[in-house]
């Protein structure tokens, strides 16, 4: 079996899964071996590269915090060079569900290692589309996060200025669990303080108008995918597939690929005979690409990003097929740059773009299992896993809200609201708009006062009993939203409302809606009703 090139002993797992404490206790985890565990030997695919390192990289150190226990080190194309897992000296990865197909790469034996339920998750990284091209060709869930929020120290390069640390999973709520860990362990690049958080709940999902290299039943299958959004709510718009595919051929085919020697090409070009040919060749022609042609190339890279980002204007993301197709080991090894190529046309641009993607599986087409990604601007992480789960997601069982990821990274303020801004409520979509996520319902401690004030809409008047007389409780909900939305919200409120300090019912203090006092006295009393929808209810609104 060629998934592992290192596996710790049994024993020693269990001694350490039976000890493990944290939000990821007991988890197993797969670790690609372009990525440092201490201890075990760090071979990037190519076991005369092999060191050992004393530390764990960051993004492993974090989620062995957590809880997560490593099974060992996982099989990928050398040096990470390829989206086909079948680069390596310790031999191709098979496909876990079609004996002879490619697992895909370069996240080889980590995707593997999940598919076979050997392991809960596993690291990959992702630089032309490694965390997500194997997640698809296994009907696994593969999150590529925002370039550099997680940090990737620890990590072998291959091209430093697009790598990234990504995760697989069988399903996205543990995907998205372990990403929340990883980030927040092993934090990198700085959260802006003005982000969306959420996806609205009828979000508008681009695609391209021209899907090149896409069979008629793969076609046919995306087209399914496109079909189920807009049945839950979503609008489908075309775009211009041209910037983006334009992209996707600059990683390899331009100057950029540059980064790759720089990484490695010393050790490739002292021990030839060390490297698999192809990842040879490809590291090896970057070693005289001009600094001119880098220069242009990074040009070319900004004006065709400037393009693709125009023409998502007014879309939340991008949807895409992950791969077009699924290769046999033997088609690769008869063609190994062209259907390594073929297999990047969707996925080679995204980190380029600086856009973050969750590739989900979105059913089979034939025997083949089919996945989509969905590609979202920088930081907005939140807002293509919202809509990864309106694919994945039962409707008839909705999931609560899940805030792992990236709220464990990303600054957020939170906003007790209790009537007109509800959930479903006239003036919701003024939060939806500031990118704000519904986190569920609360209760005040037992010491306000409910009043319907005669406004268009019909808004409450929240106020805290004077003390000495008696309030109640009332039902409220929270939103989350950067703090930057906050301040815009803040600043287009009317009077008589305004933001205070609201005690929970757990004793907590949040920030909330309240009503000058004044104002107040003048709106019809309905606390007895206890909150805004039961007044309502009731008839007493209005």
């Known amino acids: 079996m060629t998934t592992w090139i290192h596996r710790r002993p049994d024993a020693d797992v269990a001694a350490e899964a039976s000890e493990a404490r944290g939000p990821l206790a007991g988890i197993t985890l797969a670790v690609k071996d372009n990525v440092d565990v201490a201890g075990l030997p760090t071979t990037a695919g190519c076991p005369e590269f092999a060191y050992t390192p004393a530390e764990d990289a960051a993004a492993v150190a974090a989620l062995r915090s957590a809880g997560a226990v490593v099974l060992g080190k996982t099989n990928l194309d050398q040096f990470a060079t390829g989206l086909v897992g079948t680069r390596s000296p310790y031999g191709a990865v098979d496909n876990a569900l079609r004996p002879g197909y490619i697992s895909g790469g370069s996240s080889s034996g980590s995707a593997v ?20 091209v194997p997640a698809a060709l296994h009907g696994i869930v593969g999150i590529k996060p925002t370039v550099g929020v997680v940090s990737t120290a620890g990590v072998v390069p291959a091209c430093r200025s697009y790598d990234c640390v990504s995760i697989f999973a069988a399903d996205l709520d543990l995907a998205a669990r372990a990403m929340g860990v990883m980030a927040a362990g092993a934090p990198g690049r700085a959260w802006p303080t003005d982000l969306r958080l959420a996806a609205p709940p009828k ?26 959004l807009r049945d839950r709510g979503a609008t489908i718009v075309e775009v211009d597939p041209t910037p983006f595919l334009a992209a996707a051929k600059l990683l390899y085919d331009g100057a950029l ?61 991008l949807l895409t097929p992950t791969v077009p197709g699924h290769p046999t080991i033997a088609e690769v090894a008869a063609d190994p740059i062209g259907e390594n190529s073929r297999l990047g046309t969707y996925t080679n641009f995204c980190n380029l773009f600086d856009l973050c993607a969750v590739a989900v599986p979105a059913g089979t087409a034939g025997d083949a299992p089919f996945g989509v990604t969905v590609l979202a601007r920088a930081f907005e992480d939140s807002v293509a896993l919202d809509i990864a789960a309106m694919i994945t997601d039962d409707p008839e069982h909705p999931r609560e809200p899940n805030f792992a990821w990236p709220l464990a990274v990303a600054a957020f303020e939170e906003l007790i609201v209790f009537g007109a801004h509800l959930r479903g409520q006239p003036l919701e979509h003024q939060l939806i708009a500031l990118g704000a996520r519904w986190a569920g319902p609360v209760d005040t401690a037992p010491h306000y006062r409910l009043a319907a004030l005669d406004t268009t809409p019909p808004k409450p008047a929240v106020t ?37 300090a609201v005690e929970l019912a757990d004793g907590t203090w949040r920030t909330g809606f309240s009503c000058a006092g004044a104002a107040a006295e003048t709106g019809k009393d ?10 309502l209810a009731a008839g007493a609104v209005g």
Request: no cysteine.
């Open 113 to 132: 290692a999940v598919a076979r339920g050997e392991a809960d998750i596993a690291i990959g990284t992702d630089t032309a589309g490694s965390g997500r």
């Open 526 to 535: 309905i606390s007895e009703y206890g909150g805004w929808r039961a007044a």
């Open 257 to 317: 690929v540059a980064e790759r020697y720089s990484a490695v090409g010393a050790f490739v070009d002292a021990h030839p005979d060390a490297v698999d040919p192809t990842v040879g060749s490809i590291i090896r022609a970057a070693r005289d690409v001009p600094a001119h042609r880098l220069v242009t190339d990074h040009a070319e890279l900004a004006r065709l990003r400037e393009a693709a980002l125009t023409a998502l204007t007014g879309a939340d993301v």
């Open 464 to 500: 805290r009993a004077p003390e000495g007389e008696s309030g109640v409780t009332i039902a409220a909900e929270r939103w989350l939203l950067s703090p930057a939305a906050l301040g815009r919200f803040l600043a287009a409120l009317p009077a008589p409302m305004q933001l205070g």
């Open 203 to 228: 979000p508008v999902v681009a695609v391209f108008s021209e899907l090149p290299g896409l069979d008629p039943l793969w076609r046919s299958t995306f087209e399914r995918v496109t079909e189920l």
